[in-house]
């Protein structure tokens, strides 16, 4: 073989083999994904029973076991429907609570002791992703300052949270990912715990009156994410937002970026029902439209050429008109 094409080659195969990583479903790189099997799916729902049968709302009212620190308790509920429909739906808890959760009592979570209480982070099984959003969440404006105590489970809770990919909706997709902030961004309390200790403690500014040039600020919060305008573009195409949180000075105020034509909102809101997408009945941003009316956004083509000939038809009636009246008068001049 020569030379040219051997490299070639080996540049086809990297290129292949590095498709298949990034084509890769998320599964494929995640320690222990959900398990298929009757057998196994009835052995983890045993296991979580245990834990359930303390850990809920109705565990408060008939505790299982005498002698428990039932306030302690009534601030540790997890709720199971919710666990179910969660991306972590079909995993055992103890496959994140290890050691000392196993039994109870929980060896202290706050003790230095051999087989102690503990609970693993999101990097231990998303290497992958974690390898991108750690580097941005580090740049992000609440890394600056805040304590290392707002950490990825201050957002997510892993007994909750659903992808975007697995709600789908983008009523319920900005719900929930503007719930992550607004919990502590309209909330005084939640706010101090992390604000509170800055020096000086800084206050909660008010949410409306800071996006005050922001028509009906409400609307915007239930339409879009506060992520939209407060991060990048995302540079991994395998992640769909970018975790880092731009300072307020970064933060978008262009109402075009979304009013437009080519919104924002295709590539970040929108972009698991765009991809799926056809230019239905020759609106533009049929997904959007679908969803909600973004003047400037949803615009029909159909209408958009009608409105063209109509004009080219004014144009051309004008222009007739115009002829007819040089031809006519060209005419009565010859005639004299
Ligand atoms: C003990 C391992 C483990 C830990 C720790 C863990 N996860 Fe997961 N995670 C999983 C498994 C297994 C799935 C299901 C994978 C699948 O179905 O493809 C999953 C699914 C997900 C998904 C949806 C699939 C994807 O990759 O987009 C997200 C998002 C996610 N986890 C975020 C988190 C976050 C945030 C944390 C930390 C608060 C976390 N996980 C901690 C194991 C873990
Ligand atoms: C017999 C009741 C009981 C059982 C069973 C139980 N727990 Fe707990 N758990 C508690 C109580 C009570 C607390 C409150 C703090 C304490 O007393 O340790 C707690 C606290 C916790 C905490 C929070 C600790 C903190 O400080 O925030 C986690 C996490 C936890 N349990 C996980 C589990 C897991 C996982 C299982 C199942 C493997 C489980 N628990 C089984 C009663 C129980
Ligand atoms: C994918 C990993 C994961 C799984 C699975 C998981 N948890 Fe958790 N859990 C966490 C993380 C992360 C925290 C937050 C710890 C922190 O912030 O200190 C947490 C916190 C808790 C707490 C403390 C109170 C709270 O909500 O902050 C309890 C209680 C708890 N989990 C119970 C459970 C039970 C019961 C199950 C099974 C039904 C379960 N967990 C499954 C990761 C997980
Ligand atoms: C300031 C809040 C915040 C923090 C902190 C945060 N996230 Fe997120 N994360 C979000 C929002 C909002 C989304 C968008 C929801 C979506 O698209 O699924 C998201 C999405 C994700 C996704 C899914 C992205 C995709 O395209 O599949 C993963 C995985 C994830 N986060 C992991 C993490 C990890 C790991 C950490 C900690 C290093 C972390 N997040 C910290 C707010 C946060
Ligand atoms: C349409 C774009 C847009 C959306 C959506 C948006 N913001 Fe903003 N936000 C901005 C801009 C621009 C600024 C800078 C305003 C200024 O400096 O006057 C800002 C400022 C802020 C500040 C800085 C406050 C201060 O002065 O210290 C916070 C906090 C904030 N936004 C949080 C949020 C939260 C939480 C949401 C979601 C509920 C959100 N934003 C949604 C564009 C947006
Ligand atoms: C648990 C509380 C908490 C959560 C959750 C949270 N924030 Fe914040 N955020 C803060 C605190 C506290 C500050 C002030 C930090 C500082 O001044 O250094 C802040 C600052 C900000 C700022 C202002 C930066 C500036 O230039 O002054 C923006 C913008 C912001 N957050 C956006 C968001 C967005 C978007 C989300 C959701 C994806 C979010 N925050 C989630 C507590 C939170
Ligand atoms: C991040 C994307 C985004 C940005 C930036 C943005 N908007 Fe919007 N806006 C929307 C969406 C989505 C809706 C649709 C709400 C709905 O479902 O009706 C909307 C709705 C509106 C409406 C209609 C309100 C009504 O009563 O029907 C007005 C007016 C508006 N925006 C003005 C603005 C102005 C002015 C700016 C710039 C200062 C701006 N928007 C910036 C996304 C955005």
């Known amino acids: 073989m020569n030379q040219p094409l051997n490299r070639r080659t080996v540049g086809a195969v990297l290129l292949l083999f590095a498709g298949l990583l990034a084509t ?176 000086p403690a800084k206050k909660r500014p008010d949410i409306d009156a800071i996006h005050a040039w922001l028509p009906n600020t409400k609307l915007h919060w239930n339409a879009v994410r506060c992520v939209e305008c407060h991060t990048p573009v995302s540079p991994t195409r395998t992640l769909a937002i970018s975790h880092e949180i731009l300072g307020k000075d970064k933060a978008q105020r262009d109402c075009v970026t979304c009013h437009s034509q080519d919104s924002a909102l295709r590539t970040g809101l929108y972009r698991h029902v765009a991809e799926t997408e056809s230019a239905e009945l020759g609106f533009l941003n049929s997904a959007v439209l679908g969803n909600s009316y973004v003047i400037g956004a949803t615009r029909n083509t159909h209408l958009d050429r009608f409105g063209l000939v109509l004009i080219g038809l004014v144009f051309a009636g004008v222009l007739g008109h115009g002829l007819i009246r040089i031809l006519a008068a060209l005419g009565r001049r010859s005639v004299k």
Not at 38 to 49: F, H, L, V
Not at 155 to 163: I, K, S, W
Not at 175 to 195: R, T, V, W
Request: glycine fraction near 6%.
């Open 24 to 199: 890769s479903p998320a599964g494929a790189q995640t320690k222990g994904a959900a398990p298929k099997d009757p057998e196994t799916i009835a052995q983890i729902q045993a296991w979580n029973g245990e834990c359930l049968a303390c850990h809920t709302e109705a565990a408060l009212h008939k505790p299982p076991r005498p002698g428990m620190d039932i306030k302690a308790l009534s601030e540790a509920l997890t709720d199971p429907a919710k666990y179910d429909r969660s991306n972590h739906a079909g995993m055992a808890c103890k496959t994140c609570h290890v050691g000392g959760y196993r039994d109870w009592p929980h060896k202290g979570p706050a003790q230095a002791v051999p087989g102690k209480a503990e609970t693993l982070d999101c990097n231990e099984c998303h290497a992958q992703k974690s390898w991108h959003v750690d580097a941005q969440v580090a740049k992000s404006v609440h890394s600056k300052n805040l304590s290392e105590k707002f950490t990825c489970s201050t957002c997510h809770d892993p007994h909750v949270y659903q992808t975007a990919a697995k709600l789908k909706e983008p009523a319920k997709i900005v719900a929930q990912d503007n719930g992550m902030c607004l919990s502590c961004h309209q909330s005084d309390e939640k706010f101090a715990a992390f604000g509170g200790k800055l020096t």
